[in-house]
């Protein structure tokens, strides 16, 4: 027991002395114990906050949006196999006015009973209560933030055309809207946009729909085949303008916080493996070299008595101890980070409760992967030394041997300089570490480049699309279809300097088994304000689809597809696809007006119109637009981009300098090991080079030379590499919300130089102290 | 040339204070062979690595000609070993990653008046060796490059710390041979430090160390030829 407690007195000396190392090497450990635990806490709470939430609250599992059906049909659906609990609404979108607040307000209107509580997506309320008279209305919580609304104060809704006073009597979130976003909008804008729950009386009144519905929502039984219930709900809402059942993932809400979560997931994974794979190899190079040094120690050990396993334990001791440094400094660091991350995503997602809290199972599960990381990295090294016997390992250490290759031939000519040839042929001699050292900084070059390329990337998206295909500043969309007689009023308003008129349609898309919902949008092919991605000119005949959707219905460019509008009435044909559109944001499908009046069978026809507009006489037009009763609503694009961009500037910026600390860790812990194990190695040789009249400088210039060149390789390598991970991301974030467009920039490349020079300059200069105090004599004494 | 007074150097160790010279006068003459002998631990090397300018001392006065070396700073010190003090220790030091050509190349490259490495290693007998690397040579063929390597400067000053501590007796005697030959055709001024009282008897003036004083000197009259010592 005493022989091990010396070895341990050993290991307690090593590590102190070694610790510059260890630390950059722990330091690289609890990066990936971080991103492990946070990522996986952050997916669990918000997975665990999702269940309570739903269930609690009831969120529906079925929705279809229809006309207008009597409030009697909601006894047959209940009636329908599999069907547990139905509950019938009335939605509406209107806008909203608020005292002193100029912008356009949207906002989503949802009928509650009257005499109860509604049976589904029920409300979880901040504080207040469910409306009990028409004139009463509970707001959306974010809403109610963004515009700092209290119990009782009043807002102004107008309903179908008549203003309607308000009085606010609840703040409640829903399960239906823990992401809150428009239904046009990339990001959520809490001013703008928000969701009001009004009394069943007051939306019937002003909609005319007494003792009727126009959304139903439905909880099924377990083990209800989803499918065939759809297919029968379709059957019974076609009378009534139905738009076709839909499951959760077509509500926007779900379908954020699934993409949210699937990404969770796939970060959770790929982060920690690149940084924990680093750190094994560190590991890899550090026991290496600790064990070369100690070859005759080991022998001297073994000869002495101690056991292959106790020896094996005690350089395996490095190992644990520098994992449990990384460890514990990952856990601290991602209790700090999970909570900004909470902070974050109750920004963005409204839920009841929302706590991150770091579970002993996901710790076990970071402890156990860090500990098969290290151990991955140092094993080999352990094991090929403590088999030498030690007769053999005694022998004093031969000169490193140098010999003849082609390679030394080239070296030998006359243009290198000494100082290039030991460069170079020290290199050449540890081709694996030299290798997987430059492998290790490309990585982290590549994850610089694939940082600044998602932000890059997003900015490219937010430019094609509000400058390119969405060069309108005012949208404004109609209360019912009218003609082109509302353009030219609308055109008269102040500030208008250019009007085109469009018409959107709720459309299913059907193409064999594939079913897909959403609206065409018809415009004039000589349109001014919208473009298609990637198309010159919209086709004055058939139908463009988003490439997305197309490759998602298996509807290329050529084929037919089975195309039903929900207009007036509903007509289904079948419409040729004649070209695909390349958008990035969002999915839909788009025709010209006359193609669209054609099909529907109806002279021209308008749902809103798209304005250029005089910025300067931007409040004018909003006053004027708000007397227009035609007007059900309008957005102005061209704010929402401002506002988007600035929440980007900021968002990109915070982001970019984690990834740059992430990496650029990644980057110093390398070439400063690499660093210090050539110092270690060379410290005789570069003694005798001082003892030789060589300046600091100068042999500074020998050491780092080596490392310079290591990073020059790594540099294009890091490009390719951030080049794959970006290419891979645009393949995987490919979804109906957005694609990822793979779009490369010089500045890419640029900053992801820029992050690996930065960081191998810091560690740079922390050798050059350590070159400084370089003791002459002490490295040239003994051998 | 060189001239040490009263050189005291004294190595803090925690509490205790290590006083490895103890007010050593020494003057080197131009030319002159010198060895110097001593006990383990009586402060040789120390003293070696003062005059070398690997070291200063904690006090007395060094000059070399007329720089004060015991007031000089790293870098004048790192001027004064490049341009006059050729060094060359027990264990050989060479670069493992260059040929013995390219090892005295390091020095004729940084030197001001050097002669080609081919010409240093053909004084050491070593022309046929020209690209061999350290790995490929003997104990006596490394320490011959690392003379060669410490005389290609011309240097005025000729270090040795136990140049042939590694070696048997006949490979001692051809490197000792060869810094005899150097000291004589470059009048090299040389010190070498040994163990060995009979390699006195190749020197002019043999110097004799006991903790950290010097404690005996004379000259040699019947200078030997160093292939005739036998130990
Ligand atoms: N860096 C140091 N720190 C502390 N003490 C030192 C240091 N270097 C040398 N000494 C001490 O100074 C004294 C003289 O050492 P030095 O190396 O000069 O002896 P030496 O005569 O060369 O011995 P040897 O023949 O064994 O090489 C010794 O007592 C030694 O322990
Ligand atoms: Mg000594």
Known sequence: MTHHLTLLHKLGREVWQARAQLIAIALVVSIGVMVLLMMTSAKQSLTRAQQHFYQDYHYAELFVELTRAPRSLSEQVLELPGVAIVESRIRSAARVELPGYTDPIQAQLLSIPSQRDPLLNRLHFSSGYYPQTPQQVVISKPFAEAHQLQLYDSVTAILNGRRTELEIVGIAISPEFIYQIGPADIMPDYQRYGVFWLHEEALAAALDMDGAFNSISLQLQPGTDQEALKIRLDALFERYGGRGAADRDEQSSHRFLSEELKQLGTNAIFLPVLFLGASAFLFNIFMQRQIQTQRQTIAILKAFGYSQKAIFGHYLGYTVVVIFLGVVFGAILSRWLAAAMVELYSLYFNFVTLTVSIQWTTMAIALLVTLVAGFLGTWRAIYLAIRVPPAQAMRPATPINFHQSWINHLLASPWFTQGARIILRNLVRHPLRSGLTVFGIAISGGLLLFGSYQFNAITTMLERNYRVEQQMDVIVQFTQITDGQALASLAALPGVNYVEGFRSVPVRLRQGPQTYSTAVTAFSPDSQLRQLAGLARMPEQGIVLTEHLANYLGSPAGTLLDVEFIAERRIRTDVQVVATSAEAIGVGAYLSLATLNQQLYQSESLSGAWLLIDSQAKDALYTALNEMPQVAGYTHVREAEAKLRAYMDDTVLTAMSIIFVLAGSMTFAMVYNNARIALAERERELATLRVLGYSHTEIARILFGELFILVLLALPLGWGLGVLFALGMSHVISSELFRIPFVLSQQLFGWSALGVLTAATIAVMLMVRRLRRLDLIAALKSE | ?231
């Open chain 2, 1 to 231: 040339m060189l001239k040490a007074e009263a050189i005291s150097k004294i190595y803090p160790m925690g509490e205790v204070e290590i006083h490895a010279l103890r007010g050593v006068d020494l003057e080197l003459e131009s030319g002159e062979l010198v060895v110097l002998l001593g006990a383990s631990g009586s402060g040789k090397s120390t003293l070696l690595n003062i005059i070398g300018g690997l070291d200063t001392p904690s006090s007395g006065q060094l000059y070399y000609h007329d720089h004060a070396l015991h007031k000089a700073n790293d870098q004048q010190l790192t001027r004064y070993r490049r341009d006059h003090v050729g060094f060359v220790f027990q264990f050989y030091n060479l670069i493992p990653s260059l040929t013995a050509r390219e090892n005295v190349a390091m020095v004729t490259d940084i030197a001001a008046n050097p002669m080609r490495p081919e010409e240093a290693l053909e004084r050491v007998g070593l022309s046929q060796r020209l690209h061999h690397f350290p790995a490929q040579l003997s104990g006596g063929e490394q320490q011959r490059v690392a003379i060669a390597r410490a005389i290609a400067k011309r240097p005025d000053i000729l270090l040795c710390d136990e140049p042939t501590g590694a070696l048997d007796s006949s490979t001692g005697g051809i490197v000792l041979q060869v810094l005899q030959d150097i000291n004589h055709e470059l009048n090299t001024t040389t010190a070498i430090i040994t163990h060995n009282a009979v390699i006195g008897d190749m020197a002019d003036r043999i110097i004799r160390l006991s903790d950290g004083q010097i404690v005996d000197q004379h000259y040699n009259s019947s200078k030997r030829s160093a292939q005739e010592l036998h130990w």
